[in-house]
């Protein structure tokens, strides 16, 4: 792995700072095994012989752009980039054996993986100190998008020597899964002070976070390699999850302590929809109340209290 980091002053007014790191990981895994597992009238003894090989890489890249406008205004910009994947090779013999050590089933398992995870977010941050001191608004945006997407070539091989149906179990699956993340938020806060020591802090908040998970499973012709859609083995399902807050709260700044108590609302709403059975499930509403309660004591410039 390695990475770098940036730090810059564009303007009197504008500084910018961000970073990029990868990352390459080669795991090997080695492994024999031999369990026996008893029961009341006999036991069965399992070997197993597992090689598993994956190859990862990943990527991060962070930046941000502060712009103090003038005395009462700031901005920041912070967007970052987050990408990885693998390559996955798990291979694993096994058979099973009777306490007389008659073998009862062997066969193999393979699972071939190639999976991708990109995902993007950005946040933007807004503050204005108003000339009456303590009195200030701020608002953020925040935005993300993702992804988590793979690929399973799955072969799973085996022999049953024992009545009452002997004879080979084979079966060839190949599973595509999509998995799809989006969210955004908006926040707004303003504080108004009542005297020297306290002011009232507002707030509200508004977030959507979507997800869809798609999930197919073919069954795999070992001969022709055509590939037919597992109905039972897939499914492709997406939901919403809305949620609104509004706070309020009294502020007290001391010298050597802080506290703040207040309460806060928070209604929501979580909406389900399978799109592979073509319904939508019930939608769950609720509101939910929440206490705010902080106390911070400052011994000193290097010890602090926070609860």
């Given at each position: 792995g390695f990475g770098f980091n940036y730090r810059d002053q564009w303007s009197k007014r504008i500084s910018v700072y961000g970073s990029y790191s990868y990352n390459h990981k080669n795991t090997s895994q080695l492994q024999v095994s031999s369990s026996q597992n008893f029961f009341e009238s006999n036991s069965f003894i399992n070997n197993q012989d597992i090689n598993n090989q994956t190859k990862g890489n990943s990527h991060r890249f962070t930046f941000n752009m502060e712009y103090q406008i003038d005395s009462f205004n700031y901005l920041k910009i912070s967007p970052s980039i987050n990408y990885s994947g693998s390559d996955a090779n798990n291979y694993n013999i096994f058979d099973?054996?009777?306490?007389?050590?008659?073998?009862?089933?062997?066969?193999?398992?393979?699972?071939?993986?190639?999976?991708?995870?990109?995902?993007?977010?950005?946040?933007?941050?807004?503050?204005?100190?108003?000339?009456?001191?303590?009195?200030?608004?701020?608002?953020?945006?925040?935005?993300?998008?993702?992804?988590?997407?793979?690929?399973?070539?799955?072969?799973?091989?085996?022999y049953q020597y024992v009545p009452p149906f002997p004879g080979p179990r084979n079966s060839f699956q190949f599973i595509e899964q999509d998995n799809n993340n989006y969210n955004y938020g908006v926040r707004f806060t303003y504080s108004e002070p009542l005297n020297k020591y306290q002011s009232l802090d507002f707030s509200y908040s508004h977030n959507l976070n979507y997800s869809r998970n798609n999930r197919k499973t073919f069954n795999v012709d070992s001969v022709t390699q055509s590939k037919t859609l597992n109905s039972f083995l897939s499914n492709d399902y997406e939901n919403d999850f809305y949620n609104n807050r509004l706070g309020l709260s009294l502020r007290t700044t001391k010298k050597k302590y802080n506290y703040t108590i207040g309460l806060s609302l928070q209604p929501v709403n979580l909406q389900g929809n399978s799109i592979t059975k073509d319904s939508a499930y019930r939608t769950i509403r609720r509101a939910n109340l929440f206490p705010i309660a902080r106390f911070v004591y400052n011994f000193n410039r290097t010890k602090t209290l926070n609860f």
């Open positions: 099973y054996r009777n306490f007389d050590s008659t073998k009862t089933t062997d066969g193999s398992n393979r699972n071939l993986t190639n999976s991708d995870a990109p995902n993007f977010a950005a946040t933007i941050l807004y503050n204005h100190k108003f000339r009456k001191r303590g009195r200030n608004f701020s608002t953020s945006i925040t935005l993300g998008t993702s992804q988590n997407n793979s690929e399973q070539d799955v072969t799973n091989l085996s």
